[in-house]
């Protein structure tokens, strides 16, 4: 039975770095895949007037939580390794995400997460590997 978007926003409250700090927003949750969006605020830049890489990847990473752990319920994943490349500076007012999932096995998944801005310029790319623990979300 797949999550409706209000429960999975629910579940993910709960990170609270992700969506109170960042303030980043679950768009649309299905299992496998995830949308997410981060309106771009002051404490997201750097001393450049650019968003600051740790913003991109803390939207990326939660991104890849919500996909693969949409409808989980043999355990939940958490990031392995993530590797990311910075493409672009956002040019938009708004981060989207958009985790897919590559392969999910047994004990670990493999995800790639788009960062675009709101205008389509491509922020950065991430792959993300995910190891499955015991504990459930």
Do not use: W
Request: hydrophobic content about 40%.
């Amino acid at each position: 039975m797949t999550q409706s978007l209000e429960d999975v926003r629910k579940c993910f409250s709960a990170d609270k770095f992700a969506t109170e700090a960042a303030g980043i927003v679950v768009e649309k949750a299905e299992p496998c895949y995830a949308e997410c969006s981060m309106k771009i605020q002051p404490l997201h830049l750097n001393a450049a007037g650019a968003v600051m890489g740790g913003a991109i990847f803390t939207l990326a990473d939660f991104c890849f939580a919500v996909a693969s752990n949409n409808n989980n319920d043999s355990g939940s994943f958490v990031s392995l390794s993530c590797q990311i490349s910075f493409t672009g500076r956002a040019k938009g007012s708004v981060l989207k995400g958009e985790a897919k999932c590559v392969k999910s096995g047994r004990s670990t998944c493999l995800y790639t997460v788009d960062v675009t801005d709101d205008l389509g310029n491509k922020v950065a790319f991430a792959l993300v590997n995910g190891f499955r623990t015991s504990t459930s979300l």
